[in-house]
């Protein structure tokens, strides 16, 4: 027994095991640092987890009942499906509820895909304010009229209706169809030097925007100025997109949009200054700025008088916009319609021979375009079809009670789509195909149901130069229809859509320009 517990009390642990064995365990810096510091750690990461907690709080409570996600990715949201918005996505959107919501770096958004709430949120400007994309102000200055609500802005609109008057057309479509005569002769140039099919995008943007700074401008902005505005504006119409970087940091899409607008309004302002300098002279009026400058001169004119060389400069910037963008997107989808619908291709050209009685050298007039009413139908369906801008965001001024059961909360972004409007098949049968001749009938429900043609918006802030756009889309098709033909050369991404502010063929629209077989 002796000999047991002598044994037993010299039984001790190897010194292995005992407390030096555990410094050889691997612990976390953050376990063993000073009480202070873990104090200071364990505080922060409870912050931020009760901040991403809340904000999934608020995600919820805004939303509500509303159709959408019921957990938002913290922080971005639906920032990553933002950055490459496809039709099928915004499609998904729209079809999942007449409201629906989501959120893109705690932005929270409603979208509504009927007509209902989509006109609802265009004609109410006490509740919700145009905002176009949240970079827009940015990148357009928050002091741009089209920014304005209320009766400063009526007041505003009321002065530039009169930039779209018909005397005020009949000045710009010399303009119009000089350049795209211009264009249409360089295609064929191009084309006899290199046949093959060339995208035609860029093409088309280059002409528009000549067309537009030539119309808005005229002689008063140089070749040097219009060349550079041209290729800078790109940058400006892809920072456009509906959502981006919310931080205008160097080197981000926004940022240098902002550089480009800061280029553009210079060479703009400076324009400006010389129409006023040629209209005190006397002279006669040869683009928008002349007319404006003109009009404020008359006696039976009475609204504002003293708009500033910047005041005018935005103006025509926010036209260039409006204008370069949709005007683009509408065209591009024109000739793409035509060259995949050969008899609409060939009625046009019918009445084309018929109203210019084959004197295909002299410019076009309104007047001839007034005895073109299936290229009018054409053109309206081509963008119902295929809508240049298929929505608008507002945001809203103080809670929005747009539903019965909802409400959107102040300082949420709200955003009317106009493609289900474009597309509902009880207005528009067959709302996929292009029929022109759905715009001929004054009884058919096309014509009867104004209320769903939201190509061009609604309400105070309905786009101001629709006429102008619709006129200028039909007119190079005019032009075109009758001095040549093409081809379309069809890829399997033809019939998708590539979203950079409006809608365009994802290949570019490959096309193959020849002069017209006058003898065929």
Same mark, same amino acid.
């Given at each position: 027994?002796?000999?047991?517990?002598?044994?037993?009390?010299?039984?001790? *642990? $190897?010194?292995?095991?005992?407390?030096?064995?555990?410094?050889?365990? @691997?612990?976390?810096?953050? =376990? +063993?640092?000073?009480?202070?510091?873990?104090?200071?750690?364990?505080?922060?990461?409870?912050?931020?987890?009760?901040?991403?907690?809340?904000?999934?709080?608020?995600?919820?409570?805004?939303?509500?009942?509303?159709?959408?996600?019921?957990?938002?990715?913290?922080?971005?949201?639906?920032?990553?499906?933002?950055?490459?918005?496809?039709?099928?996505?915004?499609?998904?959107?729209?079809?999942?509820?007449?409201?629906?919501?989501?959120?893109?770096?705690?932005?929270?958004?409603?979208?509504?895909?009927?007509?209902?709430?989509?006109?609802?949120?265009?004609?109410?400007?006490? %509740?919700?304010?145009?905002?176009?994309?949240?970079?827009?102000?940015?990148?357009?200055?928050?002091?741009?009229?089209?920014?304005?609500?209320?009766?400063? %802005?009526?007041?505003?609109?009321?002065?530039?209706?009169?930039?779209?008057?018909?005397?005020?057309?009949?000045?710009?479509?010399?303009?119009?169809?000089?350049?795209?005569?211009?264009?249409?002769?360089?295609?064929?140039?191009?084309?006899?030097?290199? @046949?093959?099919?060339?995208?035609?995008?860029?093409?088309?943007?280059?002409?528009?925007?000549?067309?537009?700074?030539?119309?808005?401008?005229?002689?008063?902005?140089?070749?040097?100025?219009?060349?550079?505005?041209?290729?800078?504006?790109?940058?400006?119409?892809?920072?456009?997109?509906?959502?981006?970087?919310?931080?205008?940091?160097?080197?981000?899409?926004?940022?240098?949009?902002?550089?480009?607008?800061?280029?553009?309004?210079?060479?703009?302002?400076?324009?400006?200054?010389?129409?006023?300098?040629?209209?005190?002279?006397?002279?006669?009026?040869?683009?928008?700025?002349?007319?404006?400058?003109?009009?404020?001169?008359?006696?039976?004119?009475?609204?504002?008088?003293?708009?500033?060389?910047?005041?005018?400069?935005?103006?025509?910037?926010?036209?260039?916009?409006?204008?370069?963008?949709?005007?683009?997107?509408?065209?591009?989808?024109?000739?793409?319609? *035509?060259?995949?619908?050969? %008899?609409?291709?060939?009625?046009?050209?019918?009445?084309?021979? !018929?109203?210019?009685?084959?004197?295909?050298?002299?410019?076009?007039?309104?007047?001839?375009?007034?005895?073109?009413?299936?290229?009018?139908?054409?053109?309206?369906?081509? =963008?119902?079809? &295929?809508?240049?801008?298929?929505?608008?965001?507002?945001?809203?001024?103080?809670?929005?009670?747009?539903?019965?059961?909802?409400?959107?909360?102040?300082?949420? #972004?709200?955003?009317?789509?106009?493609?289900? +409007?474009?597309?509902? $098949?009880?207005?528009?049968?067959?709302?996929?195909?292009?029929?022109?001749?759905?715009?001929?009938?004054?009884?058919?429900?096309?014509?009867?149901?104004?209320?769903?043609?939201?190509?061009?918006?609604?309400?105070?802030? &309905?786009?101001?130069?629709?006429?102008?756009? #619709?006129?200028?889309?039909?007119?190079?098709?005019?032009?075109?229809?009758? *001095?040549?033909?093409?081809?379309?050369?069809?890829?399997?991404?033809?019939?998708?859509?590539?979203?950079?502010?409006?809608?365009?063929?994802?290949?570019?629209?490959?096309?193959?320009?020849?002069? !017209?077989?006058?003898?065929?």
């Amino acid at each position: 027994m002796a000999s047991l517990r002598e044994r037993s009390s010299s039984a001790v *642990l $190897p010194s292995f095991t005992a407390t030096d064995a555990f410094e050889h365990i @691997p612990v976390p810096s953050f =376990l +063993s640092a000073p009480a202070g510091s873990a104090q200071w750690l364990y505080t922060t990461i409870a912050i931020v987890l009760a901040l991403l907690a809340l904000e999934q709080s608020v995600y919820r409570y805004k939303k509500r009942h509303l159709p959408g996600d019921n957990w938002t990715i913290p922080i971005i949201g639906k920032f990553a499906d933002s950055m490459k918005p496809t039709m099928e996505g915004y499609m998904k959107q729209w079809n999942s509820g007449a409201l629906s919501a989501l959120s893109v770096f705690n932005i929270f958004i409603v979208m509504a895909s009927s007509n209902e709430y989509s006109r609802k949120i265009l004609n109410s400007p006490n %509740h919700a304010e145009p905002c176009l994309v949240h970079s827009a102000k940015q990148i357009l200055r928050p002091d741009n009229w089209v920014f304005l609500t209320g009766k400063v %802005h009526v007041e505003y609109r009321r002065v530039l209706n009169s930039l779209f008057t018909r005397k005020a057309l009949g000045i710009y479509v010399g303009i119009q169809d000089q350049i795209t005569r211009k264009y249409i002769k360089q295609w064929l140039a191009d084309a006899a030097a290199d @046949p093959s099919a060339k995208p035609i995008m860029m093409t088309c943007r280059d002409l528009n925007m000549e067309t537009s700074l030539r119309v808005f401008c005229g002689s008063h902005i140089d070749d040097d100025a219009a060349r550079e505005i041209g290729e800078k504006y790109w940058a400006i119409t892809v920072a456009l997109e509906l959502v981006n970087f919310p931080l205008a940091l160097p080197g981000t899409k926004v940022y240098k949009a902002i550089q480009c607008r800061k280029v553009a309004l210079k060479h703009l302002e400076n324009a400006a200054a010389k129409s006023k300098i040629a209209m005190a002279a006397g002279k006669e009026p040869e683009c928008m700025l002349d007319h404006w400058v003109r009009s404020m001169e008359e006696p039976t004119y009475k609204g504002r008088k003293d708009f500033s060389d910047l005041e005018m400069a935005m103006v025509v910037f926010s036209f260039l916009f409006a204008s370069q963008d949709a005007m683009s997107s509408g065209l591009i989808y024109g000739i793409q319609h *035509l060259a995949d619908h050969p %008899h609409i291709f060939n009625k046009i050209r019918e009445e084309q021979d !018929r109203v210019r009685a084959g004197d295909y050298d002299r410019q076009i007039t309104l007047e001839q375009l007034d005895e073109m009413p299936y290229l009018r139908a054409f053109v309206r369906e081509s =963008l119902r079809v &295929k809508p240049p801008v298929t929505m608008v965001p507002y945001k809203t001024t103080k809670a929005f009670p747009i539903a019965n059961d909802y409400t959107v909360p102040a300082g949420s #972004m709200v955003i009317p789509s106009f493609y289900n +409007s474009l597309h509902d $098949p009880e207005v528009f049968p067959e709302p996929e195909e292009l029929l022109p001749e759905r715009w001929l009938d004054p009884n058919g429900s096309a014509n009867q149901n104004p209320k769903n043609y939201l190509v061009f918006g609604s309400g105070p802030h &309905k786009c101001i130069g629709l006429e102008y756009a #619709m006129m200028n889309i039909a007119l190079v098709l005019a032009d075109a229809v009758a *001095l040549m033909d093409w081809e379309h050369i069809r890829t399997e991404k033809s019939d998708k859509v590539q979203i950079i502010a409006t809608l365009f063929p994802q290949d570019g629209c490959l096309m193959k320009f020849r002069p !017209r077989n006058f003898s065929a």
